[in-house]
Every structure is written in C-alpha cells, then in structure tokens.
C-alpha cells in the first residue's frame, strides 16, 4: 500500500521546503511500492567444489533415470568442443559415461530426456577455427554410451535455441545459424516439433517474439513460456520479455519487461510450480549475473535471495533434481566445476 503524507489545506500553511519534502517522500514510497518483491531464501549449499568433469561452460545437461547427466559444452574458441559424457547420483561423485561421443557439436545444444531416452541436437563445433559451423543433427541414447543418429532435422542447423517438452512432443524455438560470426539475419523465431526426433512439424515459421537465441523456455500449467536471450554479435541485444502459448503456434506477451534485467546465457528451470531465472550475462557494460528468480505466471516476479550463493556466472547447467534445484559449472570467469544445491522448504511460498 502507498501512504502519502498529508497535504495542506491551503500553501500559506506550509513552507515551500515542507511541501517538496512531502513530493520526494511520497515519489520514494511510490519507487519502493513498485520495486520487485525480494523473498529471504535458505543458503545454497557446495555439493563439491570440483567436479570431475574439466571446468567448462556452454554444456548439454539433463535428469534421466534419476541421474543427473552432463555433455560436451566449450572450453575455448580455438579448440573443438569436448565430446564426454558425465553421470552423477547426488552432484558430488561424477563417472566418465562416454570419453568421445560420435555427435560433435556440443557447444551450446539443445538436450533434452524425452521417450525414456536422452536427446542430443543442434549445437555448435570449433569455435573460431575453420571448419566452424552450426547442425541440425539429432542423437539420442538410452544409456549415455551408444548414440543413436536420428538423422537431420527440417530446421535449419542452429544453436543456443529453447527446448521443451510439451503435450507428448518435443519443441526447438528459436536460435541462431551462426554464433561467432553471424548477424540478426541469422537469428530464429519459428518454432518445430517432434513426437520421434526424425520427423519435424513447423508449428508457426514466425511466432511473433523477436528472432533470438540464447534464451530459454518453460512449461508450466498447460502453457510454454519464452523469455529472455536475444543477439551476441556482431550487435548485442537482450530482452527481459515473456512470452507465452497454449499450442505453441499463437503466442501473447505476457510483459514486455520483467523485473530481471536484459540478459544471455542464463538459465532456467521449473521447481515448486514456478518458473526460475538463474544467473545470465548482460552487456553495456559487460557483467555476469548472481541472481535468482521466480514466477507463477510470467508477469509478477520475485527475487530470492540467500547469503550463501555460487559465484556469479553465466551459460552453467541447472537442473531440478532430489527436490532441489543444482547449479552446476559455467564461466565465471574463469570456467568452473563447482556444483551447489538449493533446497526449499515445503511450505515455501504459501499463500503468495
């Protein structure tokens, strides 16, 4: 509730200086009354603060089969991406699953546990070097060690997209054709489904969010959301926009600006019926984020705040897991391999 403080009847009753300090007393509670609600939040805990896997960013990860799995990711421009595969069953002890993978492109796919398999597609492979270049292939595996190609997809090759399940099927949105080199042009905003990875159904070839990658996407309550991402280079641009779809063919703004700034690379999950927004990066000037969000609906946000937290980071894997939420890795700088949990109470968020 905004109070204001009370007002003379008539100008002679009040110095000038009194009525002023009246305006800014009530323009601050006004600023404070539309300020975000922060929410005092337990501490993150350091599951390890080295994993076994190399320190590294940008990588695919999942649950399945009460695992928690990590895949490829990037370790530097001028070297192809890494092709391993890992498996944890509580974050702490990880086992080498895989050494050298047949799927290349591991820089920034899109993975996904679908069909009591997990999937593999798109990516990215050999940062700056010749030979660079983005794929629509997609691989799946039932046990992390025989990889299945699928084939290529009917999207255009591409990285950094959004991945969802949804309504029995699994949905790419968006993306970019060309990380490092490319420009707006090779941005996406169509949106592809498939009930078996071989066949692809163009659900709309223009969704009506901005093209973009680096973004994310939910499913909560019947509905996927889109947020965030935008463009890299060769023009930064980043959005704090929500979008949502009961189909995923027609799509509505939800809010043009959520209360989290503009950013790529961040993360994001659905934990205790709400959609979370961890970490990211921003540009102008450049900055790693810290912060954690949520939201029932994409409109209203809050921000949860703990004393204890991983260092601020962007492009690290989260994932929902044992009734928590794990952060794993990510660049920081430098590039990390520490792997923290977030437990909630039961109780959390009653009555909001």
């Known amino acids: 509730m905004i109070s204001y403080l009370p007002m003379p009847t008539t100008r002679r009753q009040l110095p000038l200086s009194t009525v002023l300090l009246c305006l800014v007393a009530a323009a ?7 300020e975000p609600l922060v929410v005092d939040g337990p501490d993150w805990k350091l599951v390890t603060k080295e994993a076994a896997w190399k320190p ?3 990588s695919g990860e999942m649950v399945f089969e009460d695992k928690l799995w990590l895949l490829g990711g990037w370790f530097n421009s ?3 991406p890494p092709r391993d595969v890992w498996a944890s069953g509580e974050g702490k002890t990880w086992s080498l699953t895989k050494r050298r993978a047949p799927w290349k492109y591991s820089d ?3 993975t996904i546990a679908f069909a009591d398999r997990m999937w593999l597609m798109g990516g990215w492979y050999n940062g700056r070097l010749e030979g660079h270049g983005a794929t629509n292939e997609v691989w799946s595996s039932a046990d992390g060690v025989t990889w299945d190609l699928a084939g290529k997809a009917t999207w255009s090759p591409r990285a950094a ?7 029995g099927r699994m949905w790419i949105l968006g993306g970019t054709e060309n990380y490092y080199f490319g420009d707006e042009g090779s941005l996406n905003n169509d949106v592809w489904s498939s009930a078996d990875g071989k066949e692809w159904r163009l659900e709309t070839a223009d969704a009506g969010w901005a093209p973009r990658a680096y973004h994310q996407a939910a499913v909560l309550d019947g509905k996927i959301y889109l947020f965030g991402g935008g463009n890299y280079v060769p023009e930064y641009r980043a959005f704090n926009d929500v979008w949502a779809s009961s189909d995923g063919t027609s799509w509505e703004q939800v809010t043009e600006s959520a209360p989290w700034s503009p950013r790529l690379w961040f993360s994001s999950v659905v934990y205790r019926d709400r959609m979370w927004v961890l970490g990211g990066w921003s540009n102008h000037p450049s900055k790693n984020w810290q912060d954690v969000w949520f939201s029932k609906d994409g409109r209203d946000w809050r921000r949860l705040r703990s004393k204890v937290i991983w260092k601020e980071r962007h492009e690290h894997s989260t994932y929902v897991f044992q009734d928590k939420i794990i952060v794993a890795g990510g660049m920081t700088p430098p590039l990390v391999n520490d792997v923290w949990s977030l437990e909630l109470p039961e109780d959390f968020g009653k009555g909001d």
């Open 161 to 167: 997209s959004a991945i969802v399940k949804f309504k």
């Open 56 to 58: 590294r960013d940008s």
């Open 28 to 34: 601050v509670t006004t600023a404070r009354a539309n």
């Open 78 to 80: 001028y070297e192809a």
């Open 108 to 110: 920034l796919p899109m």
